[in-house]
């Protein structure tokens, strides 16, 4: 294997801050549509589970969003920009949704919340949170393989 497929930086150790500001990058457009999609159920009164699938599909829409606005940048079309969002992200958005919506479920009380409960707002904060922290690792493994995020940097 070339240090290139490695990591992005071309060594072949892959850092925990590297890896963390991956997670960060994917946690915003995660962040963004999950909270989204949970003050959307919420305040249209949509089943549960509703709110749980519009959330987790509002979440991969940002977060596929966010990265192609960075590699649509570098001159990529559409197409192969999407391409390159759903290489980078798809498993790291994956595994933050799940963790996220199972801490969210976990905690009583939490799915029947109002937005003018602190439980509505304090369970999303945790749960993304451990989400982070349970995808970090996630991803450094990824792109010490030269896959998830490490597919991105060559098109910054």
């Given at each position: 294997m070339d240090t290139h497929r490695q990591n992005h930086h071309g060594s072949s150790t892959v850092t925990w801050s590297m890896a963390a500001?991956?997670?960060l990058h994917c946690l915003t457009g995660?962040?963004?549509?999950e909270v989204?999609?949970?003050v959307i159920g919420?305040?249209?009164g949509l089943h549960n589970g509703?709110?749980?699938v519009l959330s987790i599909v509002l979440a991969f829409v940002f977060g596929y969003a966010l990265t192609m606005r960075?590699?649509?940048r570098s001159g990529l079309t559409f197409g192969a920009a999407f391409k390159v969002a759903l290489a980078a992200d798809t498993v790291s958005i994956a595994v933050m949704e799940v963790i996220d919506n199972t801490v969210i479920v976990a905690i009583p009380g939490a799915m029947d919340a109002q937005l003018g409960d602190w439980?509505?707002?304090g369970s999303l904060l945790l749960s993304l949170a451990i989400a982070f922290v349970v995808t970090t690792p996630v991803n450094r493994w990824m792109?010490?393989?030269g896959l998830g995020h490490a597919v991105v940097h060559g098109h910054h």
């Open positions: 500001q991956a997670t995660c962040a963004i549509g989204l999609g949970m919420t305040a249209t509703g709110t749980i960075g590699v649509m439980l509505f707002w792109i010490g393989r």
